[in-house]
């Protein structure tokens, strides 16, 4: 992999921001970690006995029904963490507030969205002990469904209360989840069943956005019937199908395989035991895009990852009794995993969840609901950031947001700009800002700064979390010089990382523990200035970033070829103002073919239905041939210097001549 694909451009506008804000006293003061002395001493002591350290956070964090025995057992890249204990992640989130004072208290506020005719979203709020009770019954509805310990289930659902009570339900009995994304289309849906062998969907009759119903349950339908390379169904495993009643579309009923939640639970008793589980045992899969066409299912596991979500949550947000946290994350990728649901609940944490979209049905329902609920802490995704920003500030301006004390980012590098709009428009500037850097594999936050402690840089993650020891090297796993480019890895192991890739250990070797002899291999790129603070800069693989969604290339150019007037496909990113990189492709067509407005939009709705409406191409150019090298490689670095160009004027039908200017470059070479 070639590090000079860093994107320079990035690079050069970070490395002029020279602003620093330090931690507020009066945050310092009350927060757990309080000074930068306090933060290097327990950092550093956490690196140099990693073991001690974890042991000591495991001991005083997680619940055990039986106590571990070791800590880690390693061997690159397979860790153990833990190893003898038994535990559940649901009794760690609820059955441990039981008989507290925490029992009544919100665990989940729920937002609907607002319906199309004005009317206000409805509202729900579920006390840890009404959620306990709801997590018991739905585990019992799986479990009279014959789910059992270490079964796959796929979760694809709007983000409605039920979606975390499916998800807690799946850990009380051991089952394992993979939520997917319900902007991924039905062959996502019948391509995850198939990787993982699910035996259930738990879906509903639709979900809202913006005022219009998605027919989830009409997904899934679909992908029940889809047929794979080797003719056969790929859903084949899915036995039962549970629907929740969330807009009261009409959907098809198949008898005997389809049943709804709501009727499910008159059937079961509210007391379901946890289930003891190993420190190892799969907890949860969530597919995510990598540098081929098949997306990548990650496998995390159970103590490790519940110990990683739960600490960082506590330290990074710095969480408080009284505090009305609200992560905007979809809990369809990893960040709703970890810090809407897992992190919140397992710190005894009121967790707001919002069904719709910040724009819907006006462009202040973030601000609206901040003041209606006197959040306290923003967790959301420079992407939105910035369309907030283009929005206008007369948005965040018309709701109180005094209550506000502490904001976050996380998803994709944030511009100085749109740090600073945060901290001055929505934080008024008084609340420390955490740009947190981490990924589906890392399972939790890896570097970000304590919000009582660490000095700010607009566009920084700033340092390592405890435990965790990253560091920027050349191609030959060097340390590079403070203020140079290179790949950002992380050396030694920590509890939370991915236990490997479903079904495919291989790939997982050669993905993360292959470029860098013993270090994971995050594939980002990054630099670390003469503080230390770490800045990443994007992905160096052929990973893109799009609004803060990962869609990997290969994805999508092997969704264009499968079109029948597309010959070959080749897909880069260029930087985009809101959504940070847009997606461009550039297609050769089949003889016979012929590019018109019409084909584009065709091919638009071709790779949305292959992949989902996430993956909906910006930009689609017409090409009658690639640039490529002697040997056959395209010139992505050359497509990338195109796409990002200025926009083609006038008839962006024809066809584009780029065998000259790969003749022109390789002339050059
Ligand atoms: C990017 C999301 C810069 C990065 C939690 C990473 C970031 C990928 C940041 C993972 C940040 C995430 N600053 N870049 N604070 N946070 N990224 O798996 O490229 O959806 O590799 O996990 O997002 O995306 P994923």
């Known amino acids: 992999m070639n590090v000079s694909s860093v994107p320079s451009a990035n690079i050069e506008s970070l490395s002029q921001e020279s602003r620093v804000f330090p931690a507020p006293a009066e945050f310092s003061s009350a927060s757990r970690v309080k000074t930068m002395t306090q933060y290097r001493r327990l950092w550093s002591a956490s690196v140099n006995e990693p073991e001690r350290f974890w042991k000591q956070m495991a001991e005083q964090h997680l619940h055990w029904f039986t106590p571990f025995k070791t800590v880690l057992q390693w061997k690159v890249p397979d860790a153990k963490w833990f190893g003898g204990g038994k535990l559940n992640v649901s009794s760690n989130c609820l059955d441990k ?34 959620l306990h009770r709801e997590v018991c019954r739905f585990a019992n509805v799986l479990k009279r469904h014959g ?35 319900g902007g991924f289309s039905a062959q996502s849906v019948a391509d995850r069943i198939a990787d993982c062998g699910a035996k259930l969907v738990v879906t509903a009759d639709g979900g809202y956005r913006r005022g219009s119903v998605v027919p989830l349950k009409k997904n899934v339908d679909e992908a029940l019937t889809i047929v794979g390379a080797d003719g056969e169904r790929l859903a084949k495993s899915i036995e039962k199908v549970v ?16 049943v709804w939640w709501h009727r499910e639970l008159e059937y079961v008793e509210d007391q379901c035991a946890p289930a003891k589980m190993d420190s190892e045992s799969p907890l949860f899969i969530l597919y995510t895009s990598g540098s081929t066409g098949k997306p990548k299912g990650i496998l995390h596991t159970t103590a490790g990852y519940l110990l990683g979500a739960k600490l960082t949550h506590q330290y990074i947000f710095d969480v408080q009794d009284h505090d009305v946290y609200w992560c905007t994350a979809d809990i369809g990728w990893v960040t709703g995993h970890s810090y809407v649901v897992y992190g919140p609940l397992a710190n005894g944490t009121t967790s707001l969840m919002y069904e719709g979209a910040p724009n819907w049905p006006e462009p ?29 500030d007369e948005w965040p301006k018309k709701h109180p947001l005094g209550s506000l004390r502490l904001l976050g980012t996380v998803g994709e590098p944030i511009n100085p700009e749109a740090w600073m709009w945060y901290y001055q428009v929505v934080g008024g500037g008084r609340c420390p800002i955490v740009d947190t850097w981490w990924q589906t594999e890392t399972g939790a936050i890896m570097i970000s700064p304590l919000p009582g402690a660490t000095p700010t840089k607009p566009g920084s993650a700033t340092l390592p979390f405890f435990g965790i020891r990253p560091e920027v090297v050349d191609d030959q796993g060097n340390p590079v010089p403070k203020g140079s480019g290179g790949k950002l890895i992380i050396r030694q192991p920590w509890p939370s990382m991915l236990r490997g890739l479903w079904g495919d250990p291989k790939r997982f070797k050669e993905t993360y523990w292959s470029e860098v002899k013993g270090a994971y291999f995050t594939g980002d790129g990054c630099r670390q200035d003469k503080d230390g603070y770490f800045w990443i800069v994007g992905r160096i693989d052929d990973v893109l970033n799009v609004a803060g969604h990962r869609i990997g290339t290969a994805e999508v150019e092997s969704a264009l070829v499968s079109h029948p007037s597309v010959a070959e496909a080749a897909v880069v990113g260029r930087p985009d103002p809101l959504k940070g990189q847009a997606l461009v492709c550039f297609v050769i067509l089949k003889t016979g073919a012929k590019a018109s407005p019409s084909l584009r939009d065709e091919l638009r709705a071709h790779v949305g239905k292959e992949i989902g409406p996430v993956a909906k191409p910006d930009d689609i150019r017409f090409a009658d041939g690639l640039p490529k090298t002697r040997s056959g490689k395209i010139m992505r670095r050359l497509l990338k210097q195109i796409a990002s160009g200025a926009e083609i004027k006038g008839d962006t039908t024809t066809l584009e001549d780029l065998s000259v200017l790969a003749k022109l470059t390789a002339a050059e070479e």
């Open 97 to 130: 507030w039981l008989g507290t004072a925490t029992a009544n208290k919100a665990a989940l506020i729920w937002e609907g969205e607002p319906a199309s005719d004005g009317r206000p979203g409805e509202e729900r709020v579920l006390t840890f002990q009404q």
């Open 147 to 181: 789910v059992e310990k270490g079964d796959r289930v796929i979760l694809y659902l709007p983000m409605i209360p039920e979606a975390a009570i499916a998800m807690l339900a799946c850990t009380r009995i051991g089952a394992i989840h993979s939520v997917v994304f």
């Open 243 to 258: 629907v929740v009643r969330r807009t009261g579309n009409e959907v098809h009923i198949t008898e005997g395989r389809d």
């Open 364 to 392: 202040d329902r973030f601000w609206r609901i901040i003041a209606k609920y006197r959040v306290t802490i923003l967790y959301t995704a420079p992407t939105a950031i910035r369309a907030f920003m283009k929005w206008g």
